[in-house]
């Protein structure tokens, strides 16, 4: 299989943490790229110029990263998210809490990075940066619930944490009225499968 993402994708980064604490790293063969380059080989898998996107040994590829989790937790067995029940859709709506939150602080880094500072809109910056701290003090809030063996809503928690500290150090201090999730998030952070996949530039 091949894995095509970015260093500093956060959506990437999930998906890798996943195939780490899967044991299915050295099953994939990972290949770094700018998607913003448009490269053929990105293109011709995955129409909308979107990372992550696996391409599976018959050539199949799969997007984006909730549907790449889900395969990869299906292809090892299925431990990281319950398969049904009412308890399936809680851990499917913390994941989505996740994902919202990485979405918002992705609008941030894109309208900060990638934009001159004279056409960046302070209005839309704040407005996505409080969201990004109502999810974040929502999944304070729901860590409690979130402990024990390793599964895909912490994967989640764990990624967007990380990708706010990235991110958005300068204008969003998440720890200060989350504590309890800041120790959880001291520790997670130490994985190797975390440590492993740290972001770049």
């Given amino acids: 299989m091949k894995l095509y993402h970015a260093g500093p994708s956060p959506f990437a980064r999930k998906v890798r943490v996943v195939a780490a604490e899967l044991g299915l790293t050295d099953k994939i063969e990972e290949v770094p ?3 913003y380059d448009r490269p053929d080989n990105l293109m011709a898998s995955s129409p ?5 996107c696996l391409v599976l ?5 799969l997007y984006d990263s909730p549907v ?3 395969y990869l937790n299906d292809l090892a067995g299925g431990s ?12 499917l709506r913390r994941c989505a809490l996740a994902d919202g939150v990485l979405d ?3 609008n941030i880094s894109g ?6 500072e004279n056409e960046r809109s302070p209005k839309w910056i704040e407005h996505w940066r409080s969201s990004v701290a109502a999810g974040i003090d929502q999944i304070g809030a729901e860590i409690g619930e979130s402990t024990g063996p390793i599964d895909m809503v912490q994967i989640g ?6 990708y706010a500290d990235f991110r958005m150090a300068d204008m969003l201090d998440w720890r200060a009225n989350n504590a309890a999730l800041a120790e959880w998030y001291t520790e997670f952070s130490q994985r190797p499968s975390m440590q492993g996949t740290r972001p770049d530039a």
């Fill in 80 to 91: 990281l998210i319950p398969a049904s029940g009412m308890e399936r859709f809680i851990a």
């Fill in 33 to 35: 790229l700018n998607p």
């Fill in 48 to 52: 909308l110029g979107k990372i992550p």
């Fill in 104 to 106: 918002q602080a992705f």
């Fill in 157 to 162: 928690f764990g990624v967007a944490l990380g």
């Fill in 111 to 116: 309208e900060v990075n990638r934009r001159p």
């Fill in 57 to 61: 040994d018959d050539g199949t590829p």
């Fill in 68 to 70: 790449i989790c889900e």
